[in-house]
């Protein structure tokens, strides 16, 4: 592996920090002023609307999509840096890039799995930005960690499906932009393999029996930034049979090869995330006093700087250490270095952030900083893309299989 950047992926991160400080920066006091003023909190501020403009003028667009038919065409080596430098303004840098999740999923998913049609209908308007999307997987009535578990039906009526269920935490749906949802539910409940009993289809967010019915917290955060997290119902909703996608039984396969992505994507954007508490924790440092001396000749200070440094560094290499197996090797070959770093990730992130808001004191908890909302992000995604434990029983099967 070279760990050097090619000449693609610097120029592009140049072009992309010069973006952030420019534009995406100071416009995330401009966000939250306007998003005071809107009279729905789901409305996008007018200012995200600048930013995408600007950033797809600048070729600063669909970064993520390795296919190069419908996006940048970068490799998961090169989207790295590029990932990690939007993951600073997590509210507003993957949305003005058009690189938000779950919006990039479900843009994978068509672009892999959808056919022409539905490639016509929903991923071109997604690829523009004219429109949101949906992913509604996880169900409140059970351990939606094990996909198996999942117990929305979607059963065949003549030339329809009629899809009846009730998710929750579907990211995006609360936003007026959200135009479709991709549902994955059961078309094959009693079928012998457990794995081939799920199938995805689309959804219209104004068919009839669509319900969103509220947004879910998360830490007392709506996150308006990511379209808030749903509740929404299936009542007997009806689609054409032409909105499967792909085949009946393979909703999990395509699910899998969905969310290894998404994992690394999260985690590419968490280093970002934790070079943003970095900062903070070094500035608030150097311009406070307590009991007769700067915060940054503290020594408890000193080790806490240090520890986030070396944790980053260590962080940066497994994930690009990964990216570079999905390139070369593809998802099943990077099968462990993705739950590595979905494990470790969070986790040593959460930790750094938590260390930035001691040492803010309470204007680490206010609104006043962006540290209290980038410890509810980061702590979510312990559980999001499935829960750290799921990922260490996996990991460790995987590693005791060489010895049995």
């Excluded at 038919?69 to 790295?80: D, M, P, W």
């Excluded at 779950?102 to 799995?113: K, R, Y």
């Excluded at 006093?289 to 940054?296: C, I, K, S, V, W």
């Excluded at 540290?371 to 829960?387: F, K, Q, V």
């Amino acid at each position: 592996m070279d760990f050097a950047f090619d000449a693609r992926t610097e120029e592009l991160r140049a072009r992309l920090l010069a973006f952030m400080d420019e534009y995406v920066h100071p416009a995330e006091a401009v966000a939250h002023e306007q998003r005071e003023r809107l009279a729905s909190p789901w409305e996008t501020p007018a200012v995200v609307e600048e930013l995408k403009a600007e950033a797809k003028r600048q070729g600063l667009w669909n970064l993520f999509l390795p296919d190069a038919e419908h996006g940048a065409g970068l490799t998961n080596l090169q989207y790295a840096p590029l990932a990690e430098i939007t993951g600073r303004s997590p509210q507003l840098a993957p949305t003005a890039t058009n690189c938000a999740a779950p919006d990039t999923g479900n843009m994978e998913v068509l672009a892999q799995f959808g056919d022409e049609a539905q490639k016509k209908q929903w991923l071109e308007p997604l690829l523009a930005g004219e429109i949101r999307s949906a992913f509604a997987m996880t169900e409140p009535e059970v351990a939606s960690s094990d996909a198996t578990n999942i117990t929305t039906h979607i059963e065949r009526d003549g030339d329809e499906y009629v899809i009846t269920g009730r998710k929750w935490y579907i990211s995006g749906a609360m936003n007026p932009d959200c135009k479709i949802f991709i549902v994955m539910g059961k078309t094959d409940p009693d079928g012998p393999d457990i794995r081939r009993q799920q199938s995805m289809v689309l959804v219209p967010r104004d068919t009839p029996g669509v319900t969103v019915r509220r947004a879910m917290q998360v830490f007392g955060y709506e996150d308006h930034w990511h379209g808030g997290h749903a509740e929404v119902v299936f009542d007997h909703a009806r689609v054409p049979v032409t909105n499967l996608i792909g085949e009946e039984g393979g909703g999990f396969a395509i699910a899998q090869a969905r969310l290894g992505p998404g994992r690394i994507h999260h985690c590419m954007r968490l280093i970002g995330m934790a070079e943003r508490a970095i900062e903070l924790m070094c500035r608030r440092a150097v311009s406070r006093e307590a009991f007769g001396r700067p915060l940054a000749q503290q020594g408890v200070i000193h080790n806490w700087i240090a520890d986030a440094r070396v944790t980053v560094e260590q962080l940066r290499l497994l994930v690009l250490k990964t990216a570079w197996l999905m390139d070369t090797v593809g998802n099943r070959g990077a099968h462990t270095e993705i739950q590595a770093i979905k494990i470790a990730t969070p986790r040593a992130v959460v930790d750094i952030i938590d260390k930035a808001i001691q040492l803010h004191g309470a204007g680490g908890v206010s609104q006043d900083f962006p540290l209290a909302e980038l410890y509810a992000g980061a702590r979510t995604l312990m559980i999001a893309d499935g829960p750290d434990e799921v990922h260490q029983r996996s990991l460790a099967r995987r590693e005791l299989k060489k010895y049995a």
